[in-house]
């Protein structure tokens, strides 16, 4: 996969109150709990939460080499260090956070970095 396609691409959230454009390329990963996303970002320890869902966030960054690993979590391909069957299946990023990947995306996962080398 060509990651050079998230160069100067951004995204647009919003909150009740404010308005964010981030860099899709300084995007890790984005994770929902109820109806809430939460955006992390390479530069900062912080989230960024929205009332977005997950799918609507899906649908915007599909083309940019992001994944959806389990029901709530959607990673930047562009950051996945390696994978790992054992002993749970997950993925490590490069900056060392692992994230649970479910049974049915664990096939979507490995399909992925077939198609991507």
Known sequence: MDYEMQRNKTIILSTKNEIFQFDIEDIIYIKCETYI??????????????????????????????????????????????????????????????LVVSRRKWWALKNYLNKSQ
Do not use: A, Q
């Not at 970002?41 to 389990?70: A, P, Q, W």
């Open 37 to 98: 996303s939460f955006v992390k970002l390479v530069s900062e320890d912080k989230h960024y939460s929205f009332c977005k869902s997950l799918k609507e966030i899906e649908e915007m960054l599909e083309t940019y080499g992001f994944l959806r690993i389990n029901n709530n979590i959607l990673v930047n391909m562009k950051y996945l260090k390696h994978c790992k069957n054992k002993p749970k299946r997950c993925i490590v990023l490069k900056n060392g956070i692992e």
